[in-house]
């Protein structure tokens, strides 16, 4: 019997190579130079046993301080030191590391096995100083263009070959909104580029971005961007940022410095060899042969492929077919696409590639892994998402607890209820952490909800229960949902650039929100048929399905609640006339200005600015 057992054992050993042999339980010491070491979850028994006394005498020190007990009763932090500090001993909380949580594995690979891998590369400073356009010439495409007045709002991750070497770019966001997501960034990042602008100057976000790459301790490389400007100053810019504690190399520190402007060119290719440079002295490797694992750049749910996520490959290869756990979600690589959109069969260190296959849309700055089986992953998929649930259910009972306590305690101040809604985890995440920053005096904004997606009439209800407001971010709410809100009271703002989010509440909390125009929304009609015509594009045969459509109205066409673009219509028809207005209950047929791909289901709505009396 015993030699079977140890067969079995063997060859589960065998079936994870890729996980380092995990400590037995029978190993472990009791007590160790006066410290106890226990996990989440230690019964009165256990502890008792680690500790040398009876369950009645742990039982007992518990009741004297007003807590009863059994011998199988669970113990929480706080009674466990209660309990240690009676008996003289000091207590030590452990995490067992297990196939669940592989983020706390750590794997050593052979010498042998590990060759020179890309540098993954975090491009930061302050918002409008050149950063994605730094990244668009390296590219040589047009990513500036595509985002709204120019800001980058989704992080994003790219590949570039320079002299046949390939480094791997990071694209975070500049604004101080998106804080956490730059510290994500940094985390992973090997070489941190930071932006400043030749005629700006040291800026808030400025000192955030080295903040974060000083703290993640990599190699900073600052970038003096826009030299070509009227009113440049290279070397007061020098000055400014080594006060932040980069010395320059120049002036006997060890950081690069790059005098550049991204938008002629001027400097990048210096740059570009100042990276290679310093990557070659990291002697960046990885393990090509082992399997993969890294972390979520982006999620988000797409109405054709289901759930996706963009990943960051920090180790190993990962595979189309490939069983994997992502974050708190599993499944199986069902197509890998590279940053450019292409389909590809494996992907190697330092990656960025995109996945569909998954159960569930994870968040960013999860953490992925391959695993050897579908049911192995589907297990430890399983366990972390219930893990997940009961962690966030802790946490919100206990939040609301402490809120309840502090809002006594704190007399007359207000707090202010927001329901945040957005297109991407990344950009939901960025706008709850700048929120929670407001500092107002006698007001405090707190964020009940935080989640991806179109606005439903589920968020009317919590909004109506809670007295909260509804901020969406890029998505837009249909007719039933504003009918809904009407209904209840309930305010709905739109935003589509987030530190002008913020403002406006700031604004509203110092008493001093007094706007200009309004948007009002004129009505929305439904895309049912396309007609194609080679001449003119695509026509929209539409049903208005609330309000009125306009030919002068301004027009945002709406894919499962999320825009997906906005500007004017080319054309508004009733038949073959022309028409100024058409109204709820007739058809139409429309084209819009610029645009061309529209789908069956779209919802076309417009929408005029009106002046505010006041």
């Known amino acids: 019997m015993a030699k079977k057992k140890k067969n079995i054992k063997n060859k589960g050993n065998d079936k994870k190579k890729m996980i380092s042999n995990f400590p037995s339980k029978k190993e472990e010491k009791a007590v160790v130079d006066g410290v106890v070491e226990y996990e989440e979850g230690i019964t009165v028994d256990e502890l008792s046993q680690k500790i040398g006394q009876t369950p009645a005498n742990v039982i007992k020190v518990l009741f004297m301080l007003g807590t009863m007990v059994t011998i199988n009763s669970s113990l929480n932090d706080e009674q466990v030191e209660l309990i240690c500090m009676e008996y003289g001993l000091e207590c030590k909380k452990v995490v067992p590391v297990s ?60 590949q570039v070959s320079v002299k046949g070497k390939k480094i791997t770019f990071l694209d975070t966001p500049g604004h101080e909104a998106f804080t956490a997501m730059r510290a994500r960034g940094a985390m992973i990042t090997d070489i941190v580029i930071i932006v400043v602008a030749a005629d700006d100057g040291v800026m808030p976000q400025t000192r955030e971005a080295v903040d974060h790459a000083l703290a993640a301790n990599v190699p900073i490389i600052v970038a003096i961007n826009k030299i070509d400007k009227p009113g440049a100053d290279p070397q007061r810019i ?16 060890d950081v690069p410095y790059v005098n550049i402007s991204a ?23 990885a393990n090509p042969k082992r399997m ?21 490959i920090q180790n ?18 069902r197509q890998l696409v590279d940053d450019r959109g292409r389909e590809i069969k494996s992907a190697g260190p330092a990656t960025p590639v995109e996945i569909t296959g998954l159960n569930d849309v994870p968040e960013a700055g999860d953490k992925f892994m391959v695993f050897e089986t579908e049911r192995e992953a589907r297990h430890v998929g399983e366990e972390r998402a219930q893990k997940k649930i009961e962690e966030e259910r802790n946490s919100t009972s206990a939040m609301s ?66 007295k909260a407001i509804i ?7 249909d007719a039933n949902v504003r009918r809904k809100a009407d209904e209840e009271g309930v305010e709905i703002r739109l935003h589509q650039v987030i530190y002008k989010m913020v403002e406006e ?63 004017k219509l080319a054309s508004l028809k009733r038949f073959k006339d022309d028409a100024k207005e058409v109204n709820q209950g007739y058809e139409c047929g429309l084209t819009i200005e610029n645009y061309n791909d529209i789908k069956e289901g779209d919802i076309v709505e417009g929408y005029v600015m009106q002046e505010v009396e006041g």
């Open 401 to 466: 607890l402490d809120d309840l306590f502090s809002q006594m305690k704190s007399g007359e101040v207000v707090d202010l209820n927001i329901i945040v809604k957005a297109d991407v985890n990344g950009t939901a995440e960025a706008v709850k952490s700048s929120l929670e920053k407001i500092d107002v005096e006698g007001a405090r904004v707190n964020v009940i909800r935080s989640t991806v997606g179109a606005i439903s009439e589920s968020d009317i209800l919590l909004a109506s229960a809670s």
């Open 505 to 567: 509440i700031e604004a509203a909390m110092k008493g001093m929100l007094a706007p200009e125009m309004e948007e009002v929304v004129t009505g929305q009609a439904e895309i049912r048929h396309i007609y194609k015509v080679s001449k003119i594009g695509n026509i929209a045969g539409c049903y208005v399905t609330d309000g009125s459509i306009k030919r002068d109205c301004g027009i945002r066409l709406i894919r499962e609640g999320i825009i997906v673009y906005e500007g």
């Open 238 to 253: 020098m000055t400014e940022v080594s006060e932040l504690g980069l010395m320059p190399e120049e002036w006997g520190g």
């Open 263 to 285: 938008k002629k060119g001027i400097g990048i290719d210096e740059l570009l060899e100042t990276v290679t440079v310093v990557a070659e002295l990291a002697e960046l490797k």
């Open 99 to 158: 196939e669940v949580n592989f983020e706390d594995l750590e794997v050593v690979d052979d010498p042998k096995d590990l060759v020179p891998r890309p540098p993954v590369i975090t491009i930061m400073g302050h918002v409008d100083h050149g950063k994605t356009t730094l990244l668009d010439h390296i590219r040589k495409s047009r990513v500036a263009e595509g985002e709204f007045g120019g800001i980058t709002q989704h992080i994003g991750a790219y």
């Open 316 to 333: 190993g290869t990962l595979r189309s077919g490939n069983p994997i756990v992502v974050g708190a979600t599993y499944g199986r690589v």
């Open 292 to 312: 993969a694992y890294g972390s979520v750049i982006e999620g988000r749910l797409d109405k054709g492929r289901g759930p996706v996520a963009t990943l960051l």
């Open 471 to 477: 901020y969406g971010f890029n998505v837009r709410p």
